[in-house]
């Protein structure tokens, strides 16, 4: 059975495909995406499966109907609609079509939430997993862009994309002596969120690097963690990990960092720990903002065969959750994003609850006592996790650091009213049946990010660029920026997980709906999983940027 139609390419030429998803034929709970090159023949890979056929074979995975194997949204019902939102600036023309022409073109149907700027190809690691295909051979020197060259990257972000999230990556960013120098280059553009992608090992290893990093003006380390075992870090990094990566937390804690860990989930090798990875980022302290999972993307540098890779579709990774612990992640926490394609994503917003210690405890017993989630409904407004939300639904419910909560009603006061066209502009649309366009919905994930993921304090002289600084700074403060505003954010801890595609699963909808765009020297934008896609044989879609 047909599903839903859209194009991809042959893993093999890249050639432009008609493409479908469709039921599998040999199991009901599994959807594939399915297309056939003339010169390559056919190819199919699961794109979303709601049961594991058999889920004795992945550890941490109940059988079904037993404890804890709650179910998970089914394909058709896991949507969100949007409005497309275009360039208001292309970079390049339509010539020969999508994926062939980013820059970001003008049927591009999305605007940047994040812009990440690669600042080399270097790394102090070799994994044997790398989208990047980082260090190794021919990487250990040269080639780095030089600081011009990134002023001149990030002067077209901001001209493009007004004051979005910006992510320092590379390979390994913290290889480069004047990082620091990188950082106040996008604190000074005014830019929402300054965050480095690193794997941790210097902000371990270097008394006083991550407060520099810091002072320069850095809000927050994207950090690389797969699991609760070196075994994992093993076979996926090369190397043991456990005990650099809880130093670098604690150096990133002291200096007022926040930190999100971000794990690369293979069927098989570590998606029977994400519940114990989700329990560890909570033991690990309040500096922690968040858990970010992302199934492995076959392209850049992998250690299987691209049709024989080990995968996990999005509903199996939510599973992993919501059976591994589900006395703190359930089904119905989890939503589709209201900024890129719905099956991009998935994520959950909720207040971290630290277990009161009481007189009667011991010192050691105090260290054991286990942090827990409160889910946060309303907080599912947030662009990341957005609830569609009619002219009659509640706005937004906030609860502080202290545990007060403020509620108010979709019709608010007239005073509210009048200070918020924009949020009733939204309402009426809700009530019309019109989906709320891609741009609202990046503007809310840009705010709600730069917000919750953001370290002690603030970068900023103007203290409040990462709550209403994307173009609600020079508008009226709407509900959802007040909503922001008194969300007690330090205690706030989200759960995503995001599905990039490769070669086999590309689908050409979703990826004119990606707001997450890599900078290339020359000014263009390009989405991610486009700038990192290889074919079967390595040969990239777009080329590596030139020095």
């Known amino acids: 059975m047909i599903l839903r139609r859209t194009q991809s390419l042959c893993p093999v030429c890249l050639r432009r495909l008609d493409a479908v998803y469709a039921l599998a034929q040999n199991d009901p709970n599994c959807v594939e995406l399915r297309k056939t090159c003339p010169d390559h023949g056919q190819f199919s890979v699961a794109v979303w499966r709601t049961l594991s056929s058999d889920a004795t074979e992945v550890a ?44 970001l073109c003008p049927a591009h149907a999305q605007h940047t939430c994040t812009g990440l700027v690669e600042v080399t190809m270097r790394c102090n690691m070799t994994c044997p997993i790398c989208y990047a295909s980082a260090g190794g051979a021919g990487r ?5 862009p ?132 989700l329990r560890l980022a909570l033991q690990l302290g309040p500096a922690v903002r968040g858990l970010h999972v992302q199934p492995a993307a076959f392209f850049g540098r992998y250690p299987w065969r691209l049709d024989e890779a080990p995968r996990l579709t999005l509903p199996e990774v939510m599973a992993c959750f919501t059976r591994q612990v589900p006395e703190f992640v359930r089904s119905e926490h989890l939503h589709p994003p209201g900024c890129e394609n719905e099956l991009c994503s998935f994520s959950a917003v909720y207040r971290r609850v630290d277990a009161a210690n009481t007189a009667n405890q011991s010192v050691e017993t105090q260290k054991d006592v286990q942090p ?9 407004q947030s ?55 891609a741009e609202e919905g990046a503007r809310k994930a840009k705010q709600f990010v730069a917000l919750h993921w953001r370290g002690n304090g603030d970068t900023t002289s103007e203290g409040t660029t990462g709550a209403q600084g994307f173009g609600a700074a020079s508008a009226e403060v709407d509900g959802f920026s007040r909503f922001l505003s008194q969300a007690g954010a330090e205690r706030r801890f989200t759960l995503s997980g995001m599905a990039f595609q490769d070669a086999l699963s590309l689908d050409l909808e979703r990826v004119r709906g990606c707001c997450i765009h890599v900078l290339r020297r020359d000014g263009r934008m390009i989405p991610f999983c486009l700038h990192n896609l290889t074919a079967q044989d390595g040969t990239r879609l777009y080329a590596e940027d030139a020095s």
């Open 60 to 103: 941490g995975q109940p059988k079904a109907g037993g404890p804890g194997n709650a179910p998970v949204p089914a394909f058709e019902s896991w949507s969100r609609p949007k409005s497309p939102s275009y360039p208001l600036h292309p970079r390049t023309a339509i010539d020969q079509g999508c994926p062939f022409d980013c820059g």
């Open 146 to 277: 030089d600081l011009a060259c990134i002023a001149s990257q990030m002067d077209a972000l901001r001209t493009a994309s007004g004051p979005c999230n910006v992510q320092i990556s590379g390979g390994e960013p913290t290889v480069r002596e004047d990082l620091p120098q990188i950082i106040r280059l996008a604190r000074e553009r005014a830019f929402g969120l300054v965050q480095v992608n690193t794997n941790g090992l210097r902000l371990a290893e270097e008394e006083g690097y991550a407060a520099k990093l810091r002072q320069a003006g850095l809000d927050s380390v994207y950090l690389q963690w797969d699991g609760v075992s070196d075994e994992t870090f093993i076979t996926l990094r090369g190397r043991p990990c456990m005990e650099f990566k809880r130093r670098a937390v604690a150096a990133c804690a002291k200096a007022g960092l926040g930190v999100v860990l971000v794990a690369t989930l293979v069927r098989g090798v570590n998606d029977g720990e994400a519940g114990e990875l």
């Open 372 to 380: 827990t989630l409160q889910w946060l409904a309303d907080a599912g």
């Open 140 to 144: 250990e020197t040269g080639g780095d």
């Open 383 to 437: 662009c990341c996790s957005p609830r569609p939300q009619g002219a009659g639904g509640a706005t937004p419910s906030a609860t502080d650091a202290t545990g007060a909560t403020a509620v108010t009603g979709a019709s608010g006061t007239a005073a509210q009213q009048k200070a918020s066209p924009a949020a009733s502009h939204e309402a009426s649309l809700a009530a019309a049946g019109v989906p709320p366009s």
